[in-house]
């Protein structure tokens, strides 16, 4: 009989955090299992090298990974997930680190864990998704995706909108109530890596119809600002609450409307268009 391993590396899509558990419960089952033990089978002679692993101080190298898969006795898918999920945390840009995230979904597929599934993705890939959220919900809406596609800016084709409304009753994020689509309270859960990068495609295909709307949309439909401020740097953290607390009563502000008639993206952006001052030693 095939014995048990200690974890399971489909379970993880952060190799640090894989190595790190993989030790603890190694060490529950054997107590002659240290973190020195994941060393020698890395082929290393440094006594903290998960630590260094661990705090990001160290990237493991390809030698090490080679000579821990044949330690671990990783099969060969298990092997080449191990590859993958290294490359993703070493990954520099965004676009690398999509399509690698989209190899890890797709070779979890079954083994993938309840708290990342392929649709949580996917909900935040698409910037349209939480605009078909609002309208599905709305009293005029009739039960047709059709009428959604004739409403979005820009077009998003029928077909489209159908799978989002699937994939948004599938999340729970949306529910039946008689004959009416109900908002619901349920959060979209997945690992913050997958967020963060999702939410950074999202955010970037906001900024992109934002840079549209100038043209899109005559000015009484929109309203563009920006200014530039000289702040001291000790100010800014000042400027990031005044933004929130904007952004909160924006928030409360649409929570409190009684139906949808139409769906506004409302964007902000604080960034810096030049380095900070350096301090004289």
Sequence with gaps: MKEKKAVSI??????????IELAEKSKERDSDFSYRTIARMAGSSSPNFLQLIRDRKLNIS???VSMLAESLKLSKREKQYFQ????????KTSEEKDQLLQRIISTRHRSISKELRKEHYEYFSHWYMPVVR?????????????W????????VSPVKIGKAIGLLQKLSLIRREGKRWILSDQVVKTPS????LAISKYTKEMIKLGKEAVDRFDSGERDLRSVTLGIPTEAYPELKRKMEAFWDEILAFGQKQK?????????MQLFPLSRKKENKK
């Design 10 to 19: 489909f379970d993880f899509i952060d190799y640090r955090h894989f190595l």
């Design 62 to 64: 390809p030698d090490a």
């Design 84 to 91: 993958t999920i290294i490359r993703f945390d070493h990954a």
């Design 134 to 146: 609002e309208l599905v919900t709305c009293s005029a809406y009739p039960d047709d995706p059709s």
């Design 148 to 155: 959604i596609a004739g409403r979005i800016v820009p077009a």
């Design 193 to 196: 890596e997958v967020l963060s």
């Design 259 to 267: 139906d949808t008639e139409q769906v506004f993206q409302v964007n």
